[in-house]
């Protein structure tokens, strides 16, 4: 075909409401129904065949652990290898499509996922990892929509950018996918960065072996589903749950691997760092590490804050998703000046919160996890019952009869370096230090310095001053720094997402900056008028 066809502009897919009597409420209400009702078995795919290999581990609702909602076979040794050669195999055919070729696969992706994937995807989101409806909408639907059809567009605007060509020579980059296969690991907590990890090196040419988190295996299998619906090559992406430890030594150690593209824990990063450094000198080529990892992120009140504003940013940026967002709020610095009406505010709104089963639609906050999640965040409340110097202002109690509940619970610390103002704690904990008024230049030392992190955080101030110098001082601190906002709910196309420091390689997912890592550059120039001879000018006699 002679066409050089131009990806279409993309827009944010708009984030339906879900109010009652909505068609959307009535459909996914359904698919719930019908998803709680039967227990599905969610398959290996490995060069586009599901494989069984009999080891299953139960997905259950954290919300109502005794449900099962399916039974994900595991990999072994043999299917990690299987794999690894479908992943091999694939990249012969794919690595070679032409560009819009593939981005017709992505841009097919996210149209259907916007329709009949839809419900699917977000009741998966719900159910099986305890998001609302508006928590799962605005992830495993709308976020990872916006992937696909970004991504494909800064791919289209990377290959467009190209070297200067001067008189009788041509000059271009060729932008070759890595020579070896990727290995996409993925975190529970957003459907979206399941979808976006494995597809974005995809998007750029690239095979891939893709773990998902165990607790994530039921919406992250739905999209393994929908990218075969929409013509996505098998071997392409190769689908692989299974015990972390294991199925990651075998695909560190083999001389084709070309690429981690993972988010989740530092500690897991860093060991899977270790690793693939140990192994460094049997790779093929050097591989391209990516990795957004966890985050401390801060609320920085001013002493001209709006309070209302404040604590609604505190709030929903707290305890949405139980806290389980890399970018949740959960220390915040209030000067004291200003605290008694925040407080108020922020606890009469709590008194309002409900905590539940997401499939009522009146709850704002379902359960965390898993059990390690729940026992974790429960041993670093009740440490702080225990601790002087610290006041449990609202919350603390965990019930996980049914399911894994942790009341939203707020911290008031005098000491700001106690251990919650400090450690990721990746549940509903906020713990606030009201700090004097007049010292707000030592208090933007202190967030800056107080955690090894720099993910998120947010100023709230209305002196542009205070906002100005805020930037300033915390310029290291956050890699998304919102101003009069709360530090959670990053936009693809919007606010590129990811942080430096012990956060991550900050490779902004949802970029062209994150794509670009995806790409082997060849620089090709051709000379259209080659010399004849070999001799120069200067050589001349006089
Ligand atoms: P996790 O590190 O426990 O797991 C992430 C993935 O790594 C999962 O697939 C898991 O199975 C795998 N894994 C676990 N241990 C492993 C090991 N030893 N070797 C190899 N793989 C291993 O993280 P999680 O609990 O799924 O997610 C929560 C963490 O993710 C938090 O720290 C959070 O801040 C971070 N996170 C960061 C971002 C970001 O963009 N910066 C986004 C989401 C989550």
């Not at 965390?368 to 999640?373: G, Y």
């Not at 509940?405 to 251990?419: C, G, H, K, M, S």
């Not at 100023?459 to 906002?485: I, K, M, T």
């Amino acid at each position: 075909m002679n066409v050089s066809p131009k990806i279409p502009t993309p827009v944010n897919e708009p984030v339906l409401g879900y109010a009652p009597g909505s068609p959307e409420r009535v459909e996914l209400k359904r698919t719930l129904k019908d998803m709680s009702s039967r227990q599905l078995e969610i398959p290996l795919v490995i060069g586009g065949k599901e494989v069984r290999t009999g080891r299953t581990v139960d997905v259950v609702m954290p919300h109502c652990h005794r449900h099962v909602l399916a039974k994900a076979h595991q990999a072994g040794p043999a299917e990690v290898e299987a794999a690894i050669a479908a992943a091999r195999e694939a990249w012969h055919d794919w690595s070679g499509w032409a560009f819009e070729r593939r981005a017709a696969v992505f841009l097919k992706a996210a149209d259907l996922l916007a329709t009949r994937y839809r419900p699917l995807v977000n009741g998966a989101t719900m159910l099986g990892q305890s998001k609302t409806a508006h928590q799962a909408e605005i992830d495993a639907a709308c976020e990872l929509i916006d992937f696909f059809r970004f991504n494909v567009q800064y791919a289209e605007r990377i290959y467009a950018e190209q070297p200067l060509s001067v008189a009788g020579v041509w000059n271009y980059l060729d932008y070759r996918p890595l020579e070896g296969f990727v290995y996409a690991i993925t975190p529970f907590n957003f459907t979206s960065i399941g979808g976006n990890l494995p597809t974005a090196p995809a998007i750029m040419g690239n095979t891939v072996v893709w773990k998902p988190a165990g607790t994530a295996a039921l919406s992250n299998y739905f999209i393994m589903r929908l990218l075969a619906e929409a013509g996505l090559p098998p071997g392409v992406i190769n689908f692989v749950p299974g015990p972390s430890v294991q199925v990651s030594e075998r695909l560190l150690a083999d001389r084709a691997f070309a690429g981690i593209h993972f988010t989740g824990s530092t500690e897991v990063f860093q060991t899977l760092w270790k690793q693939a450094s140990a192994n460094l000198t049997s790779y093929a080529t050097y591989p391209r590490l990516v990795g957004e990892t966890g985050g401390k992120d801060f609320i920085l009140a001013h002493a001209s804050a709006d309070a209302d504003v404040l604590a609604t940013g505190m709030l929903r940026g707290a305890f949405e998703y139980q806290g389980q967002k890399c970018s949740a709020a959960s220390r915040a610095y209030v000067p004291d000046t200003l605290w008694p009406a925040v407080r108020e505010r922020l606890l009469a709104m709590l008194a309002e919160v409900k905590v539940g089963d997401p499939a009522d639609f009146r709850n704002f906050m379902g359960a965390v996890i898993d059990r390690k999640a729940f026992d974790k965040i429960r041993g670093y409340i009740d440490a702080a019952k225990r601790a002087s110097g610290v006041k449990v202002l609202y919350g603390g109690g965990a019930d996980d009869t049914d399911g894994y509940f942790i009341e939203p619970t707020v911290l008031e610390v005098q000491d700001p370096a106690y251990r919650t103002m400090c450690e990721e704690i990746f549940g509903p904990v906020l713990t606030v230090h009201a700090y004097p008024a007049t010292h707000w230049v030592e208090t933007l030392r202190l967030v800056d310095q107080t955690s090894p992190y720099a993910l998120t955080g947010a100023v709230f101030a209305q002196d542009r001053g205070a906002v100005a110098q805020a930037q300033e001082a915390l310029r290291y601190a956050a890699g998304n720094f919102y101003v009069n906002d709360k530090p959670t709910g990053a936009v693809v196309g919007q606010q590129p997402f990811g942080g430096a420091r012990a956060s991550g390689t900050n490779d902004k997912a949802g970029s062209l900056l994150n794509l670009v890592r995806w790409a082997s550059p060849r620089a090709v120039k051709e000379n259209f008028i080659p010399p004849r001879s070999f001799g120069y000018p200067f050589m001349a006699e006089a």
